[in-house]
């Protein structure tokens, strides 16, 4: 799926973004490995309690089994069988300094696999260890939203959890720092794909919640942060903005969704023809 495609892509970048010092402890990465060094720790490692930060906790001893563990999810490529060995080295070593890693790993997987049952499970144990992991939290957003039917018994429960996930990826992903691996153009295009994510996700939850004015608003800039928008998103702006009477705009973004080869786009072509007649009878109300 394209769509999945560029997700997956936009995580690959966040990871180089917030290997960056000034957000280190955003999302986790596995500890560097010096050249020509083993994946094994050397068989003496320093304290623990000496090596951690003031005011953190130590990071808990590393054994030879764990690293081999680790080592072998986190380099195969198969998704089943990565998910297999993310699920046993979770259970086997749930305090291990690779814990948080290890979810948001399997939360990856599981977005691609659309299994996004065992998805909401290991990203709500990423975020309980990490609250500002913003790969997390914008697959969970993302995610929460358009996997909860709004006749769900528990749809505002998870609207409600969806629309902080989103809020708080905006505030961290807005307030990211540029690191000097990147290029200006790089690092403004993998902020763009997070924050476009992140809006299409609260632009879903408004949607649901049928509050279309915010909804457009989300909507707005999920399409114009991304330079391949989501045929979702653009039939969801055309509709929420028809919803509101500005018909000369919900025309306009029907016509970029009719573009798009998919099982929207017919529907998109005729709802931009019937926009277009509307726009032409009445009255537009004033931008909010």
Known sequence: MKVMARILALIALLALVVSAPVLAQSTPQPPPKQPGTPAQPPAKQPDAAAAAPAGQPPAPPVNPEEEAAYK????????????????????????????????TKLTQIYLSTQELDKLAVVGEKALALNPNNMDVLTIM???????????????????????????????????????????????????????????????????????????????????KLTANPDPTDLFLHGFVLKAAKRHAEAAEVFGRCGLLPGPFQDSCKKEQAENKKLAETTLTPPKP
Do not use: I, N
């Open 141 to 223: 957003c993302w995610t929460t939203a358009r996997g909860t039917r709004s006749d769900a018994l528990d749809a505002t429960q998870k609207y409600d959890k969806a629309e902080k996930y989103g809020r708080r990826a905006v505030e961290l992903l807005t307030a990211l720092a540029k690191p000097e691996a990147l290029t200006e153009e790089q690092f403004k295009k993998t902020r763009d794909e997070g924050l476009s994510m992140a809006h299409s996700g609260l632009g879903v939850v408004q949607f649901r919640r049928q509050l279309f004015t915010e909804a457009a608003a989300e909507f707005d800039l999920a399409v």
């Open 72 to 103: 072998a999810f986190f380099e195969t490529k198969d998704q089943a069988a990565a998910a297999k060995l993310g699920e046993e080295f979770v259970l086997k070593f749930p305090m291990s300094r690779y814990a948080e890693f290890g979810y």
